[in-house]
């Protein structure tokens, strides 16, 4: 029998329109609130932040979303990204099950986050923005967005973390290459860096910082907005291209996933795969699991609790209705910085809570262990989000040994490692340690909020 090893869709089945899931939760989600006032935040309250076209996409109940031809044009330069079938990690494995993964380290910044950056640069340069800030950890989104912006041309500042300035060079360079700058925050350009600062000036910065900083510069100057890579309703809905095409693409096979599975860090890429199957559990009676897999060393999925809180560490964003470790969580420094984050999107958190998807926690050295298995046997070397994936990935699939069942599998492999070679170092000379949080650095932040509880 013939075997299909990479499952290829042409330019024009690129998908018209992205996915609302809003329009098909049992429970819609809770509104965000005000910090100051604790009541629900409107439109007008996002408007010094985000282009209007993108508030209303984050308030929308529309099922389908029309994407405009100007960013599927851009989206050709990489979509459709291949799916492919793991026969030789099968083989590894030796398992009856059937491993198939979903490439999103074929864009120019190496992971999915590009299915985002580029329509929200596009709809801000449809409202004549010229100037955008963000943060970045990593370095991932900060490069996403850099590519994004350059297309369009807006002028992009990036907060990068502290820690990450110093040890990823590459990633800044990238960002430079596309014409933006960077700033390793804290910085004392914004009141929020220079409060972190006084406090502590060898401060390696946070994500949570770096939020914050980001935050401050556009909400207090009107020709500047702000975006963010992962969290928020709109970046999930970009992201559903990726499991729209896998969807198209299986139907190419005989081959359906009983099991679909992301790594997680705020939730898009997690959302981009699963929801668009999760549409086909609540209209077509299909009966798919969706896994989000997070790092054992923040695990919020897990071990959070479901409340409100801020997406930043100072507490300038609205509070949101989400799984959070508390927003002064400062999760340990391990290698896969995009899933160090101490919250959870609103619409994955309302499915979770629902109990519509699963999540699993992982430790860090069982993923870089399934990410060199996979680079041995697939030739990819994986993100170090990614491997969060294929562990989970690997552990379905050995159990389907055990069980003796032929099930599908389905993980998204979100980015390529080709910038994150240092923390395979770490690996290979056995200095990578597992994170094993106490309870009071799990539940201590916790503890101390303030903010309000869901009942
Ligand atoms: C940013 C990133 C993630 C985590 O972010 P999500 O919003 O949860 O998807 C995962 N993988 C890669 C490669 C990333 O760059």
């Not at 309250?45 to 984050?58: G, R, S, T, W």
């Not at 990823?168 to 600062?197: C, I, Q």
């Not at 790594?263 to 890429?269: A, D, H, Q, T, V």
């Not at 509070?319 to 002064?328: A, C, F, N, S």
């Amino acid at each position: 029998m013939e075997k299909t090893k990479k499952i290829l869709l042409t330019e024009k089945e690129i998908p018209t329109h992205w996915y609302n899931i809003q329009a098909d939760m049992p429970n819609p989600t809770l509104p965000p609130l005000n910090p100051g006032t604790r009541q629900p935040v409107g439109p007008a309250d996002l408007a010094p932040l985000f282009p209007m076209e993108l508030i209303k996409q984050e308030v929308s109940k529309e099922r389908w979303i029309e994407i405009p031809e100007e960013v599927r044009d851009v989206y050709r330069m990489w979509r459709p990204s291949p799916l492919y079938r793991a026969y030789n990690l099968e083989k590894l494995l030796d398992t009856p099950a059937k491993i198939y993964f979903k490439y999103e380290g074929v864009s120019p910044a190496g992971s999915h986050k590009p299915n985002t950056a580029v329509p929200q640069a596009y709809y801000n340069k449809m409202e004549g923005v010229k100037k955008i800030t963000t943060e970045t950890g990593a370095g991932q989104w900060g490069s996403a967005l850099s590519f994004a912006c350059q297309l369009f041309g807006i002028e992009l500042e990036v907060y990068m973390v502290k820690i990450s300035y110093e040890q990823k060079p590459y990633r800044k360079l990238m960002m430079n290459t596309w014409g933006a700058s960077v700033f390793a925050s804290p910085t004392d350009k914004t009141e929020s860096g220079r409060k972190v600062l006084a406090e502590d000036p060898e401060s390696p910065g946070s994500l949570g910082i770096a939020i914050s900083e980001a935050v401050e510069r556009a909400a207090k100057d009107e020709n500047i907005k702000y975006s963010l890579g992962s969290v928020l309703n709109h970046v999930l809905m970009h992201q559903t291209v990726i499991g729209l095409e896998a969807i198209k693409q299986f139907e190419k096979t005989d081959d359906f996933p009983d099991v679909v599975i992301g790594c997680f860090g705020g939730g898009s890429n997690f959302a981009g795969i699963s929801f668009p199957f999760l549409r086909l559990n609540f209209q077509e009676g299909k009966n798919v699991r969706c896994i989000a897999a997070e790092p054992s060393s923040c695990p919020k999925l897990t071990k959070g609790e479901f409340r409100y809180d801020f997406g930043d560490s100072v507490g300038l964003t609205p509070l949101l209705p989400m799984y959070t470790l508390g927003h002064t969580f400062v999760p340990a420094p391990i290698h896969a910085g995009g899933l160090r984050y101490h919250g959870a999107g609103v619409l994955v958190s309302q499915l979770l809570k629902d109990k519509f998807i699963e999540a699993q926690a992982l430790h860090q050295l069982e993923c870089f262990d399934a990410g060199v298995k996979f680079a041995r046997s697939e030739g990819i070397i994986p993100a170090p989000e990614s491997t969060h994936a294929i562990a989970c990935a690997v552990k379905e699939a050995l159990k389907a040994r055990e069980e003796g069942s032929p099930k599908t599998i389905l993980f998204n492999l979100s980015g390529h490692g080709y910038f994150d070679m240092s923390a395979y170092e770490a690996y290979f000379s056995g200095k990578l340690v597992e994170h094993r949080l106490t309870e009071e650095e799990l539940y201590g932040d916790l503890k101390k909020l303030n903010t309000p509880v869901i009942a």
